[in-house]
């Protein structure tokens, strides 16, 4: 069993910047590492994702150019830096780990979840 904790949320204005942590107890790391996120009433969506390694990245068009994910294997940690902050990016956030190396943005390829973390934007 893997366990996965988030800090880092908080309550910013428009256009500030906030980054997110996520440090799993993994001995040593293992797959791939994402970032999804849900707001009230909608589904949980992708956000981010990185390859074991961390040197393959992806994201979803709403956040590409403004966020960035990284990890520090050494740390078991994922980051998840997110800059020009929108009122739509409001949700809460959660880590995954993945089944595979490389990154990827099926939900169903992530098996280990964090309890989340509370982003809101105000305008």
């Known amino acids: 069993q893997v366990q996965l904790v988030e800090t880092g949320g908080g309550l910013v204005e428009a256009g500030n910047s906030l980054r997110l942590s996520c440090v799993a107890s993994e001995h040593r790391p293992t797959f791939a590492m994402g970032w999804f996120r849900q707001s009230e009433g909608k589904e949980r969506e992708f956000v981010a994702s990185?390859?074991?390694?961390?040197?393959?990245?992806t994201y979803s068009d709403s956040v590409k150019g403004r966020f960035t994910i990284s990890r520090d294997n050494g740390q078991n940690t994922a980051y998840l830096q997110m800059n020009n902050l929108k009122p739509e990016d409001t949700a809460t956030y959660y880590c995954a780990r993945s089944v595979t190396l490389h990154y990827t943005t099926n939900r169903r390829d992530y098996i280990y979840w964090g309890q989340g973390t509370q982003v809101t934007v105000s305008s």
């Open positions: 990185i390859s074991v390694g961390g040197d393959h990245t």
